[in-house]
């Protein structure tokens, strides 16, 4: 199954090369990183752990393609997908879906089909796919994106948006599984400077870490989650608050994250980040903190140090990423 969805995914990614025009936006990525584990003490060529898609040593191409009438655009579709090295997998290369969605503009609001962020949490508004800082998909609460349909709608005061997905986050499986998620914001964050959202979201999920499918047997999940984002001046701020059940186990999230833009337009970001969760009965905690330093429009460097209590580990983190428009 995990097969053949990547094979159709990229298909529809080359299928979409005939549609290039003024209206295609094509970016090609190219990512280099390296870590060090004092708990395993070693050098190893990924972020956080071996089994996530984020971030590895990669090199990939982000399509987003914008379909008109004659009064109007109508449609977008987007496909980003990478090539990445697996230092500790079966197969040294794993190919990487992220989007590879359909989005139609109905009017009433934006409706689309593939695979898209669910409705729930900071994840739905922050797109943390290239950062080294890991978000609450991360860190194992919600799905960074996952296979479904839904539909969102921008107002003046907000936004609103439903999903009904499969559940099962990178990979695509049909076990019974799916998760239901509705999220409503206040504040537009380009405008207002800050965005205040709450979430709900319940179903049957699976476990899986990246590609991978860890347990085959739904789990009972439902959760409330709130989350602000708020912009002062250089000064960024972004927290989110979980808490539900999973497979009949409490589950709850104090997330925050803070970030520092110096320089001329930003160009040096400095971010602190500390995460207090409870997962499989237990509460543990992760202290992290970043330096991104934007070289040229196309071209980051980024750094993190990350605690994690649970595990007993420190990692150090370098990242170059670059990013440049064909």
Do not use: C
Not at 44 to 68: C, H, I, N, W
Not at 89 to 115: M, P, T
Not at 278 to 284: I, L, M
Not at 300 to 307: D, F, G, K, P, T
């Amino acid at each position: 199954m995990k097969r053949s969805l990547l094979a159709a995914a990229l298909a529809i990614f080359f299928s979409a090369a005939p549609l290039l025009a003024q209206t295609t936006l094509l970016y090609f990525e190219l990512q280099g990183l390296a870590a060090y584990s004092t708990a395993a003490r070693a050098f190893q060529l990924y972020s956080l752990m071996a089994e996530e898609t984020m971030q590895k040593p990669s090199f990939g191409l982000d399509l987003v393609k914008r379909f008109s009438g004659k009064t109007r655009d109508w449609g977008v579709l987007a496909v980003e997908a990478r090539l990445a090295y697996d230092q500790e997998g079966d197969h040294r290369l794993e190919v990487q879906v992220y989007n590879a969605y359909l989005r139609y503009k109905a009017g009433f609001a934006d409706i689309w089909a593939g695979h898209n962020r669910p409705a729930l949490g900071l994840d739905y508004a922050l797109d943390n796919h290239a950062l080294l800082l890991p978000g609450p998909a991360m860190l194992g609460f919600t799905f960074d994106r996952d296979w479904g349909v839904g539909a969102q709608r921008d107002f003046s005061w907000g936004n609103g948006a439903v999903s009904l997905t499969a559940g099962s986050g990178m990979p695509l499986y049909l076990k019974g599984n799916y998760l239901a998620a509705f999220r409503i914001s206040n504040g537009v964050l380009a405008r207002d400077n800050f965005s205040v959202g709450a979430s709900l979201a319940g179903g049957n999920i699976l476990e899986t870490i990246g590609n991978n499918l860890i347990d085959a047997d739904p789990r009972a999940f439902a959760v409330a989650a709130l989350d602000a984002t708020y912009v002062w001046r250089n000064l960024e701020n972004r927290v989110e608050v979980l808490a539900g059940r999973e497979a009949g186990a409490k589950i709850a999230l104090l997330f925050w994250r803070s970030g520092l833009n110096l320089m001329e337009e930003g160009r040096l970001k400095l971010e602190a980040q500390p995460s207090l969760m409870r997962t499989d009965r237990a509460w543990s905690y992760r202290l992290a903190g970043g330096v991104t330093y934007q070289v040229t429009a196309d071209l980051s460097l980024r750094s993190m140090i990350q605690y994690d209590h649970g595990q007993k580990d420190a990692r150090f983190v370098v990242q170059v990423y670059y990013y440049k428009g064909l």
